[in-house]
Antibody, heavy 125, light 110 residues
Framework: EVQLVESGGDLVQPGRSLRLSCAASGFTFDAYAMHWVRQAPGKGLEWVSGISWNSGDLGYADSVKGRFTISRDNAKNSLYLQMNSLRAEDTAFYYCVKDHTRRIGGGKYNWFDPWGQGTLVTVSS | QSVLTQPPSASGTPGQRVTISCSGS????????VSWYQQLPGTAPKLLIYLNSQRPSGVPDRFSGSKSGTSDSLAISGLQSEDEADYYC???????????FGGGTKLTVL
């Protein structure tokens, strides 16, 4: 069974840093891209960042570009999100999500499955 | 303001058929497949539909997806009380080079 377990969420002051971790099990971690998706309390979903299987391809939402850094350690089956210069609007549940890819007619198409249970980051003074 | 547009709410009675729309543009839905996610109260999102209309194993065939141009829709037939949840559509956006989600639709079973 695929399991994604996030950790590292906490209450932190604006401007400070925090590092989230995601421990993956039940699948060949180094064969899949991974993502972070967040959800502010009572709000909708927002993609934060994604990383390819070999860390060669990274992507970020404009809202976090230059402040957040995604990384992975395939030897430890772990995904990370380093969050710097945190703002109140970064307050959210952060979900670790496994990527699925299928090649169809020369194109490559993706979706998210499964999702971890999430870890809460609260940015407040 | 979400890049993909969904109605904030939808409702139906048990047994009814309900449709939730997801409207985008040529850079997202118009050129990439859509996936749908169900979020039951207090839980993490779960994949419901991928590649516009495919159901993962374990998802009842009461759930179906269809795409037309720059819009997609999720249909739920034979509505059940356990379908009460938030539903989100998602697609890759070629112009933004980012994944985009709809704002979510809260489904109420009356």
């Amino acid at each position: 069974e695929v399991q994604l377990v996030e950790s590292g969420g906490d209450l932190v002051q604006p401007g400070r840093s925090l590092r989230l971790s995601c421990a993956a099990s039940g699948f060949t971690f180094d064969a899949y891209a991974m993502h972070w998706v967040r959800q502010a309390p009572g709000k909708g979903l927002e993609w934060v960042s994604g990383i390819s299987w070999n860390s060669g391809d990274l992507g970020y939402a404009d809202s976090v570009k230059g402040r957040f850094t995604i990384s992975r350690d395939n030897a430890k089956n772990s995904l990370y999100l380093q969050m710097n210069s945190l703002r109140a609007e970064d307050t959210a549940f952060y979900y670790c999500v496994k990527d699925h890819t299928r090649r169809i007619g020369g194109g490559k198409y993706n979706w998210f499955d499964p999702w971890g249970q999430g870890t809460l980051v609260t940015v407040s003074s | 303001q979400s890049v993909l547009t969904q109605p904030p709410s939808a409702s139906g009675t048990p047994g009814q058929r309900v449709t939730i729309s997801c409207s985008g543009s040529s850079s997202n839905i118009g050129s990439n497949p859509v996936s749908w996610y169900q979020q039951l109260p207090g839980t993490a999102p779960k994949l419901l539909i991928y590649l516009n209309s495919q159901r993962p194993s374990g998802v009842p065939d009461r759930f179906s997806g269809s795409k037309s141009g720059t819009s997609d829709s999720l249909a739920i037939s034979g509505l059940q009380s356990e379908d009460e949840a938030d539903y989100y559509c998602a697609a890759w956006d070629d112009s933004l080079h980012a994944w985009v989600f709809g704002g979510g639709t809260k489904l109420t079973v009356l």
